[in-house]
Each structure stands twice: as structure tokens, then as C-alpha cells.
Antibody, heavy 120, light 106 residues
Framework: QVQLVQSGAEVKKPGASVKVSCKAS????????MHWVRQAPGQRLEWMGW????????KYSQKFQGRVTITRDTSASTAYMEMSSLRSEDTAVYYC?????????????WGQGTMVIVSS | DIQMTQSPSTLSASVGDRVTITCRAS??????LAWYQQKPGKAPKLLIY???SLESGVPSRFSGSGSGTEFTLTISSLQPDDFATYYC????????FGQGTKVEIK
């Protein structure tokens, strides 16, 4: 079945970097865009950026531009989200989400989420 | 940036009730709106896309309507499994979520 499986929880110190992976299965990875969304405790979902898994083009929310890098490895059907200069406010659950195609181009499949805790 | 505002923030209802949640966009987004259900500790689940299209496998008691700047999600007869938080998402220009509506047991 179609699924996205993310890497496990991370605990990082302020100023460090984190890299979260998202492995896709059950569909052709390169024919769908992949997005990253985060949710801080008790907060709304927040879009961070996306990657065209076919050609590698990316686009980021202005809020995260320069601090987040989204990449993909087509041979492994895996997308990555790396965030640098972490601060306590980056403590959140990070999700990857597939953008559907055709008439349904909302986020149709989500990973299970990766908890990232930033604490000294 | 397009802002999305949901109302109410919290809704108390009983099993069998008809429930309506509203989402307003700060500018027209045509029909580029989706609705999600999220339960604690879980990823969001797509219910409705393009304002009124029901995602495959989602019960028909869920429906969506609206276009432009005002949208609604309706649950025709609330079931025990429906107590959750609901989010709207606009995808007309980049992507923005509403702040969520928590549906609680009355």
C-alpha cells in the first residue's frame, strides 16, 4: 500500500542541525511532489517547503528560507528535510506529506511524524 | 500571505448531532481547499479536497461546500470516531492551514 515512513525521534541542542528522512513506498516516487509540515505542541500545522521529486526543484516558506534544505534520493525513494541553527521554538512534530495529482492535489498521504526536541 | 481562520475553535456536541465548521480565507482561493481530521499523536487524514470532493474511503456523513473565501465542513450525524481536531488547508497560493477546530464530547 502507499505509505510514507519517517525516521525516528531526535533530541538536539540549540544551534545544532537535524535531518529527517521520509521513505516512500507503493507508488512511483518521482511522479509526486513531497511537502514538509510541522506542528509545534498545541499549535496549528505549518507548511515548511516542498520538493519536486522528479527534478529536485524546491520551494520554501519565507519563514524557513535559508535554514531548511529539502532534498531527495530517487534511488532510495526517500525525501529529506534538514534544519540548521535549531532553537527551542523548533521543538515540534515534523511530517512529510505527498501532494496528490490530477484532480486531487491536496496532501493525500502523510508520514507518521518525527518528533524533534530542541533542548539544552 | 493568505490567512485562514476557522470557527469555532472548540465545539461541544453529542453523538448524532449535525456539526458545521467554517473556514474563511483572507482572499479568494477559488475551490482550492481541503479538510483534514487529526487525532492526538496521529498524522492528519484527508477528508475533503477541492472544497467538496470526498476522499476515497471517507464516510459520506462528511461533506464540504463553499468557494472563494468561505467554506464549510459538515458532519451530518456525529459518530464516536469523529471526536478529533479538524483543519482546513488552502492550496491556491502556497499552503496555509487554519488554526483548527476541536470537536469535543458534550
Amino acid at each position: 500500500q502507499v505509505q510514507l515512513v519517517q525516521s525516528g525521534a531526535e533530541v538536539k541542542k540549540p544551534g545544532a542541525s537535524v535531518k529527517v528522512s521520509c521513505k516512500a513506498s507503493g507508488y512511483t516516487f518521482t511522479t509526486y511532489a513531497m511537502h514538509w509540515v510541522r506542528q509545534a505542541p498545541g499549535q496549528r500545522l505549518e507548511w515548511m517547503g516542498w520538493i519536486n521529486a522528479g527534478n529536485g526543484n524546491t520551494k520554501y516558506s519565507q519563514k524557513f528560507q535559508g535554514r531548511v534544505t529539502i532534498t531527495r534520493d530517487t534511488s532510495a525513494s526517500t525525501a529529506y528535510m534538514e534544519m540548521s541553527s535549531l532553537r527551542s521554538e523548533d521543538t515540534a512534530v515534523y511530517y512529510c506529506a505527498r501532494e496528490g495529482s490530477g484532480s486531487n492535489d491536496a496532501f493525500d498521504i502523510w508520514g507518521q511524524g518525527t518528533m524533534v526536541i530542541v533542548s539544552s | 500571505d493568505i490567512q485562514m481562520t476557522q470557527s469555532p475553535s472548540t465545539l461541544s456536541a453529542s453523538v448524532g448531532d449535525r456539526v458545521t465548521i467554517t473556514c474563511r480565507a483572507s482572499q479568494s482561493i477559488s475551490s482550492w481547499l481541503a479538510w483534514y481530521q487529526q487525532k492526538p499523536g496521529k498524522a492528519p487524514k484527508l477528508l475533503i479536497y477541492k472544497a467538496s470532493s470526498l476522499e476515497s474511503g471517507v464516510p459520506s456523513r462528511f461533506s464540504g461546500s463553499g468557494s472563494g473565501t468561505e467554506f464549510t465542513l459538515t458532519i451530518s450525524s456525529l459518530q464516536p470516531d469523529d471526536f478529533a481536531t479538524y483543519y482546513c488547508l488552502q492550496y491556491n497560493t502556497y499552503w496555509t492551514f487554519g488554526q483548527g477546530t476541536k470537536v469535543e464530547i458534550k
